[in-house]
């Protein structure tokens, strides 16, 4: 992509984006009806932006400050990656995600409410605390990622793979059902499973 041209400094309701590489900072920035197609964004800071209605097509994005991002009303990622990116705390609810990467982002605290996402990898990424209620997960893998504290409630799972990632004090762990985990794993979820299914855990001997 180094032969595209450059994207525009400011975010505008209805902008078309196709074939242009992104560096500039759009902080704090918002629009309407976006759509990106053959996009490269390197670097920029994204942190705080809003988009109300985004529309996204073979686009990377690779190390950019994307923190506090908010995606809202009718949002589509196809073909997307996003490459060591800080996305602490930004809100994907609702959006509809398909051959999508995560690898080495940050997405802790991050809001992936009613998320539906077919054919996405999560790789090295931080997802502690991470909000998937109610997502609808199909063929999805976590690799090697940190789910610690992540909120699985009423969530739906088609062929999801938690192999090699931190699973501890996982809430709403009932919904993994059908979930694909290793050994080492399994203690780990013990507790969170217990607390999904109301199970009481206690050491002490039973009153005679």
């Known amino acids: 992509m180094t032969d ?3 994207a525009p400094v400011q975010l ?12 500039e900072d759009y902080v704090g920035q918002s629009a309407e009806r976006f759509e990106m197609s053959d996009v490269e964004v390197r670097g920029g800071r994204w942190s705080g932006v809003t988009f109300e209605g985004l529309r996204a097509f073979r686009v990377r994005f690779t190390g950019c400050d994307l923190a506090g991002l908010v995606l809202r009303e009718q949002v589509v990622l196809r073909n997307v990656v996003f490459e ?4 602490s ?4 609810a609702g959006a509809k995600l398909k051959d999508v990467r995560f690898e080495d982002c940050s997405l802790d605290d991050s809001n992936l409410r009613m998320l539906e996402a077919a054919s ?5 990424c931080n997802l502690v605390a991470a ?3 109610a997502t609808r997960l199909e063929d999805v893998r976590f690799e090697r990622c940190d789910l610690r504290g992540a909120d699985f409630s009423k969530a739906q799972m088609t062929n999801v793979d938690l192999r090699g990632s931190e699973v501890v004090d996982i809430r709403g762990a009932d919904a993994l ?10 203690v780990a979820l013990a507790r969170s499973i217990a607390a999904a299914l109301d199970i009481k ?5 039973p009153v005679s």
């Not at 060591?84 to 996305?87: A, G, L």
């Open 4 to 6: 595209y041209d450059p």
């Open 12 to 23: 505008l309701d209805g902008d078309e984006w196709s074939e242009v590489v992104a560096t």
């Open 84 to 87: 060591r990116c800080r996305m």
């Open 89 to 92: 705390g930004a809100v994907f």
């Open 120 to 124: 996405v990898t999560f790789t090295d």
């Open 131 to 133: 909000d998937l209620y």
């Open 177 to 186: 059902r059908g979930a694909t985990i290793d050994s080492a794993q399994v």
């Open 201 to 205: 855990v206690v050491d002490d001997e």
